[in-house]
């Protein structure tokens, strides 16, 4: 063999050396990320490739690369003892070696166990004398059928006739049709983000009292449902943000917009809120 035809040879193998560690990562990443069962990943073969392909590591790069996949299978042995701790201290018994074990036993030997693991309920049902005093005693307290069936007579109801501002004093009817309250609130949002462009959501909706921001809150979100604004929830500050929009937006304009964001509205998240504000002041 020439010199060449050496360190292409030698080339090669490191190449597929690479690629078999690569592989063995990802297999080990994918028992750990998934749940998959740790016993998948045989741990000689590993150690075998590994101490193969060890000799012809030159380059940093290579021996992290054969570091890394020392410290993942490492991560799935452990993963392995975790396993059987756990089904040792839970006395599992695997569903094979159960079903194996049933088929060795006889018929006498399945029936014995059978009997000592049965538990039937036997229950006694009858009329006695006092079941029947007390049947009895209701028949006769029952009102005649005669009478029961009496039509009722009925009231004769006087009409009258109400006026709107009666109606809106009892709170029977809104000073204000809900459309009209829809469009206030839009327009207040308009005037409270004119220089920032959006706000805080509990900056908008919260109140002096809890029943106001209940129905501030209420009326939000009929805003956003009808395309009047737009919430913008930013997860890693853990803060919601809304946007009026300049015309109401009959469809979204992404699939994102379609996600319902549930925001809880409870006493104690407007109590925490009243207090920050109570601070600042």
């Known amino acids: 063999m020439t010199e060449k035809t050496a360190r292409i040879s030698k080339r090669q193998k490191i190449k ?10 990802e297999l080990c990443r994918a028992v750990e990320e998934r749940g998959l069962d740790p016993f998948l990943v045989d741990v000689d073969d590993i150690i075998a490739v590994v ?30 003892s975790e396993w059987v701790k756990h089904r040792s201290t839970s006395l599992y018994t695997d569903p094979f070696l159960l079903e194996e074990k049933i088929r060795k036993l006889n018929k006498e030997a399945l029936v ?4 000592k693991a049965w538990h039937p309920i036997v229950e006694l049902e009858q009329i006695s004398l006092h079941s029947l005093k007390n049947a009895f005693s209701y028949w006769q307290s029952l009102v005649p059928l005669s009478e029961r069936w009496q039509e009722a007579v009925q009231e004769e109801t006087i009409t009258g006739t109400v006026s709107r501002e009666e109606l809106v004093k ?43 921001t209940v129905h501030r809150a209420y009326m939000t979100s009929f805003l956003v449902t009808y395309g009047y604004a737009t919430l913008e929830v930013h997860p890693l500050e853990e803060e919601i943000y809304i946007k009026p929009n300049q015309k109401p937006i009959s469809k979204p304009k992404s699939k994102e917009q379609l996600i319902s964001i549930p925001i809880p509205i409870n006493y104690e998240e407007w109590s925490k809120w009243r207090k920050g504000e109570q601070d600042e002041r």
Not at 16 to 25: F, N, S, Y
Not at 53 to 74: K, Q, S, V
């Open 51 to 80: 101490r193969k392909y060890f000799p012809e590591w030159e380059n940093l790069e290579d021996l992290c690369l054969d570091a890394e996949t020392i410290h993942r299978l490492a991560s799935v042995i452990k993963l392995q």
């Open 112 to 115: 014995e166990i059978f009997l």
């Open 16 to 25: 597929i050396g690479r690629e078999r560690l690569q592989q063995i990562i």
């Open 170 to 212: 009892e709170h029977i009817l809104a000073d204000e049709t809900f459309a009209e309250q829809l469009e206030s609130f839009w327009e207040e949002l308009k005037l409270q983000t004119a220089e920032k462009v959006k706000i805080k959501y509990w900056d908008f909706v919260g109140a002096e009292s809890y029943e106001e």
